[in-house]
């Protein structure tokens, strides 16, 4: 048969990634399975499973009769992950942990322990997705380190793989994959890349994984656990007292802890108020956040936004956009979004304006604006600002009026 290929799988402890592990057992590789603990949970009160994941893990690869490895990454998710996380919501933004997890522990920190401590071939996990690469195409690419450089490795002449939603559009998980190295992915296996969540979890029960089957859908954060988020960001962040603002008539309409307790489009809880009230921008110079009265206000709605240096995975912005500075191509921000034909233009800096062909509700700044074209996935660049919104356009429009038809400049938002 040949040299014995070695795969080492991220094992998470639920059903996708025993799967991926019992695919390519299956497929004759030589497996380990590798848990990774993120998360010191010493010091919570139960509320954060790793303890149970790593244990439902274990019996998997005992099932399989496959070595199990546990690794801890808990210093290196502090930096890359918790830490970036908080000055994210210090500076108005909320942050995207699952993206910011793949890119700096599995696909960094993971990656380079399967190869260089465990002797990997190859890596896996249980991601929906799939690239434009075989499996034997994996193994015949050399291992190199995630690029740490912008620019990539430009000495190597090669071409770049790409990434593609997987076959079950619902479970297509491209979007926390966006930011991840084209090292990696050249060196990365996806097994279910074919499969609907369905057959995986029929296959899970024909291999007697019942005790992963049971467990319920992976929702949320993990480290926040069954606390409320205002709860668990106040144990790290300074309460910064503030105002509920109404955006329609500039009244007062309670106070908050924090701005950073919040994000676009949530519920705003305010205490003494009947009606139900949401949020709709923050200004973080002032500390006040703007809340409008129903869940689709204008001012919720936008249709531009800009990046940061977008992130391309294949490392280079496609030639039609450089070429032409501007490119049609498709959109999402939120997992599961259905995806929204857009316009996007080049900056001098790496930095891309999205221009949607519709408008958006809660585009979030400190989110990932991720862009496909078809089923590929580009790559995603961290929203730093937004256009007008439908309230100010509209507030625009009746000064306009007012004012006789003269041009008017259009009335500033407070800082997203």
């Known amino acids: 048969m040949g040299l014995l290929r070695h795969v080492v799988c991220a094992m998470s402890g639920g059903v996708d990634s025993s799967v991926a592990a019992l695919i390519l057992k299956k497929r004759g590789y030589k497996v380990t399975g590798v848990y990774m603990k993120n998360w010191?949970?010493?010091?919570?009160?139960?509320?954060?499973?790793?303890?149970?994941?790593?244990?439902?893990?274990?019996r998997v690869c005992r099932i399989l009769d496959i070595p199990f490895h546990q690794v801890s990454f808990v210093k290196e998710y502090w930096h890359?992950?918790?830490?970036?996380?908080?000055?994210?919501?210090?500076?108005?933004?909320t942050a995207n942990p699952d993206v910011l997890c793949n890119k700096h522990i599995k696909f960094d920190h993971f990656y380079t322990h399967a190869f260089n401590t465990l002797g990997a071939d190859a890596v896996a996990t249980g991601h929906y997705a799939r690239t434009s690469q075989e499996d034997e195409e994996v193994f015949q690419q050399s291992y190199s380190p995630p690029?740490?450089?912008?620019?990539?490795?430009?000495?190597?002449?090669?071409?770049?793989?790409?990434?593609?939603?997987?076959?079950?559009?619902?479970?297509?998980?491209?979007?926390?994959?966006?930011?991840?190295?084209?090292?990696?992915?050249?060196?990365?296996?996806?097994?279910?890349?074919?499969?609907?969540?369905?057959?995986?979890?029929?296959?899970?029960?024909?291999?007697?994984?019942?005790?992963?089957?049971?467990?319920?859908e992976s929702m949320g954060i993990c480290f926040i656990g069954l606390r409320k988020f205002e709860s668990f960001i106040l144990e790290y962040l300074e309460p910064k007292p503030g105002k509920f603002i109404s955006i329609e008539d500039g009244r007062v309409?309670?106070?908050?802890?924090?701005?950073?307790?919040?994000?676009?489009?949530?519920?705003?809880?305010?205490?003494?108020?009947?009606?139900?009230?949401?949020?709709?921008?923050k200004d973080i110079a002032t500390g006040d956040v703007l809340v409008g009265p129903t869940t689709k206000h204008p001012a919720l709605f936008c249709d531009t936004a800009r990046t940061d240096r977008f992130h391309w995975i294949s490392e280079d912005p496609p030639p039609e956009l450089v070429r032409?500075?501007?490119?049609?191509?498709?959109?999402?921000?939120?997992?599961?979004?259905?995806?929204?034909?857009?316009?996007?233009?080049?900056?001098?800096?790496?930095?891309?304006?999205?221009?949607?062909?519709?408008?958006?509700?809660?585009?979030?700044?400190?989110q990932f604006a991720v862009l496909y074209k078809g089923d590929e996935c580009l790559g995603s660049g961290k929203i730093l600002e937004l256009g007008p919104s439908e309230f100010a356009l509209q507030r625009s429009r009746e000064r306009s009026a007012a004012s006789g038809g003269q041009k008017a400049q259009p009335a500033p938002e407070p800082a997203s």
């Open 40 to 58: 010191d949970s010493l010091d919570e009160i139960g509320v954060c499973t790793s303890e149970k994941d790593c244990e439902d893990a274990y």
């Open 80 to 93: 890359h992950v918790f830490s970036y996380l908080l000055k994210e919501y210090e500076e108005g933004r």
């Open 147 to 216: 690029s740490t450089s912008l620019n990539g490795d430009r000495f190597e002449i090669r071409n770049p793989v790409k990434l593609y939603r997987a076959a079950d559009l619902v479970k297509s998980q491209t979007l926390f994959l966006s930011q991840i190295h084209q090292n990696a992915l050249r060196k990365t296996l996806f097994p279910l890349a074919g499969l609907t969540k369905d057959f995986v979890k029929k296959m899970a029960a024909e291999a007697g994984f019942h005790h992963v089957l049971m467990k319920k």
């Open 253 to 281: 309409m309670g106070s908050h802890k924090g701005w950073f307790t919040y994000t676009l489009g949530q519920r705003a809880r305010i205490q003494g108020q009947k009606d139900t009230w949401f949020v709709v921008d």
């Open 324 to 366: 032409t500075q501007k490119m049609d191509c498709l959109f999402h921000f939120i997992h599961n979004m259905p995806l929204i034909p857009c316009s996007v233009t080049l900056n001098a800096d790496g930095s891309v304006w999205i221009t949607l062909s519709r408008t958006v509700r809660a585009l979030t700044p400190g």
